[in-house]
């Protein structure tokens, strides 16, 4: 056999082929020659002799025919070093001529040998000649003189004979490819999927077994699982001979793989071959440790396998996939691991739409929330509330959210808003429910007091409309289209233990209420790493009292208001200790400036004065003095507990008392408080020795006794400055990177919706800092943070617990600076916990 071009190859099973140097597919052809399958034979071209063809530099074409040592016709196809980047589609049937037509004629029949030869010269006209694919619209593939109409309309349009040598045909075949892959449009398409800028194309050159005789023949796909679910399936699809080689190309109808009560099958019609490919299959899957799709003829009852790929899968799929082949000792549990895109598991954590389904989009804005829902246009939270007291499920539309839309949130099934960013009211609230959320839609017109919404197209939406949000994409749509259930099946959980076993830094879960801690125990989170105590005040019945708290001009008025609260504050914080199961629970003291507990229209301006029996004109005075210009640099976190401790007194009191009340008939808790806003360690003294008299008190009333743990919440720059002095106070650090990113950038985190997308488009961010954590800013006071707290106190627990502690990226900058653990929403903590094994697994590899 001839070899002198080394960039030639006959695949064989020693030859030098390389995915590097000559493309996947030639490398997975060489592989499946090595597992002895009846696989054509195949010439592989590198992808410098593919450069040089496309430079015009062709080969010696009939050496490279005599290298398949064959007569049949000839196939090329592409081999991208990745099969995601593309490729010119693959052109079949080069060496149809006149003389090979007679002859097929006679030995298949004229209609086979028509059929054959016709569709050589249209894609040949089109792919090699690049004539106007229009010619041929008006030909009936059928006709008898099919032939002679198809090399006529050749001959008119390229003024010259339709070429009948096969050398000749595989040049011009081998040239347009080669020129294809190197035009601008298919380069940019490649680079958006991540090919280098000089990715080669390779390409196969391979011996055709055209599925065609007297005995059984015919062509398909066979593969060993369920695309969408994973589960063992034999599946695909086979065409035979006698049902027409037309119908496979136009996806019409063929055979069933596996018997199947509506039709006939390729397991009946040919048990033998069928067999021979379900082994073929295991094997290709036990050796090339894939599962692959077996494209495959069948000659006169002998099976050929002319190509194997990799089996398109669902994220679902992927991990059943992976998880199995690890299972079935084919991989190591750390590549099954390594197989799974993190972020891919928010398609089975959450109800997505059927990804073949067709879609009507209205219009996107920022994807907040992953997951998807339908339900009726709502303009309020007490419409969305009322929505779901009929059973009815809908979507709260809002320009923003706030506090008072929480309960709304819990009834509604997904929410909108016009404002906002990635770490807004709307987005964080949305993914602890794991609420499918789309903001900052401003391109759709919000008619809050008209209840409507306009589309950018034009079309109006009302109040009981079905819309569909896509908070995973970031998308509205009309109407409803067809949804996937989650999947947290057993291969979910199998991959998940593993993850535990591999990783090597904590995931904890942001979680405000027992449902929130109940989807945080499911998904295994190893404790909660922030509570937001002020998302319990909400309840109506405990507004009023929030109020009456708020509106005491005495100190004992308060304590009298806060004495009402205390039972249930006590109540919310048994009720997570119960569910946490002695886990370590991270509660953070009250946060948010007073004035978002009070009413901002008139008629609940009105109420208020109601409730508290108070002339309207104060309570809108009173109302008006609490507002302050930037509430966020206000008088909230810990600026409220030095200024009115009876909020923190009480609060430190619920948590004392549930610690002993959960304690008693559960596992041991040792709470951790932790104190919210800090900038000088003056602060934390001051809050230190008032939880310290109240755990006194509680533990002298009770007599028994109890351990907890005080830490900061390190979210103002300030405070990572002054780490070092003020760590001697603290248990724990964990930094609230969402005000840090906000603080150090000087970037209203409710308003950066705005801009945001101008700025990363424009690359003045590399990417929204709310998202994935500035490493560079930001990412340096959390290092000078940590190293300064950890000089002065090095058993302090280091962690972070703003949004970006579910990112994969700020998780890998976490564990560099030895952090102890990452806290995120509860639905991004199995997307934490598998993104921290990886980084685990990838450092052992080296
Ligand atoms: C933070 O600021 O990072 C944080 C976790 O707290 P919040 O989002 O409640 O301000
Ligand atoms: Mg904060």
Known sequence: MQQDNPDITFITASAPVA????????????????????????????????????????????????????????????????????????????GMNDARHAELSKSLGGEAANALYARFIQSYSIHVARLDPDMFDDMDMAAEDICEQALAAYEDEAEEPFPQDPAKQLGGVLRSMARAWEGTSARLLRQAKGAPADAGLGLVVQEMVLGLGHGECGSGVLQLVNTTTGMPQTTGRYLSQSQGRDALETGAASLYIEKDPRGPSL????????????????????????????????????????????????????????????????????????RIEPRALNELLHRQIDPEAERDVIATGIAASPGAATGKIVFSAAEAQA????????????RETN??????????????????????????????????????????????????????????????????????????????????EAALDDAFQALMDWADDARDIDVRANADTPADAKTARNFRAKGIGLCRTEHMFFDADRLTVMREMIFADASDDRRSALEQLLPMQRADFIELFRIMEGQPVCIRLFDPPLHEFLPTDRAGLRDLAEALSLPLSDVTRRVEALGEYNPMLGMRGVRLGITIPEIYDMQARAIFEATIEASRDGDPVVPEIMIPLVSAKREVELVKTRVDAVAAAVRTETGVDFTYRLGVMVETPRAALR????????????????????????????????????????????EDPFHTLDAEGVGELLKLGAERGRRAQPDLTLSVCGEHGGSPESIAFCRRIGLDYVSCSPFRVPVARLAAAQLAIQDKIG
């Open 723 to 766: 780490a070092e002095e003020i760590a001697p106070h603290c248990h724990f650090f964990s930094f609230g990177t969402n005000d840090l990113t906000q603080m150090t950038y000087g970037l209203s985190r409710d308003d950066a919706g705005r801009f945001m997308s101008a700025y990363v488009q424009q690359g003045v961010y590399p």
């Open 387 to 398: 929505s779901a007291a009929r059973g009815e499920n809908c979507v709260l539309v809002r």
């Open 403 to 484: 506090p008072e839309d929480i309960r709304g949130m819990h009834a509604a099934n997904a929410v909108l808003t016009e404002r906002g960013g990635i770490t807004s009211h709307a987005a964080v609230i949305g993914r602890g429910l794991g609420l499918p959320c789309v903001v900052g839609a401003s391109s759709l017109r919000f008619q809050m007091r008209k209840k409507g919404l306009i589309a950018p197209d034009g079309r109006v939406f009302r109040e009981g409309d079905v819309i569909t949000i896509d908070g995973s994409e970031g998308q509205i749509l009309a109407g409803q289209p067809p949804m996937l």
């Open 267 to 338: 397991e009946e019609e040919a048990p033998v071959a069928f067999e021979a490919l379900k082994v073929h299959a295991a094997l290709m899957r036990e050796r090339l440790r894939e599962e692959m799709q077996i494209e495959f003829t069948i000659e006169n009852g002998a099976v050929h396998i002319l190509d194997g790929v990799r089996v398109q899968r669902s994220a679902r799929a992927a991990v059943r996939i992976a998880v199995q082949l690890a299972k079935d000792g084919i991989i190591p549990r750390e590549e099954a691991l390594m």
């Open 19 to 94: 995915t590097s140097s000559h493309g996947g597919r030639a490398k997975c052809l060489q592989r499946l020659v090595r597992l002895d399958l009846p696989v054509p034979k195949t010439v592989a071209l590198s992808f410098d002799e593919v450069h040089r063809i496309a430079a015009g530099d062709m080969p010696d074409m009939a050496a490279l025919i005599a290298q398949l040592q064959s007569d049949s016709l000839i196939c090329v196809r592409p081999s991208s070093e990745d099969p995601d980047w593309g490729g010119p589609g693959a052109i079949l049937n080069i």
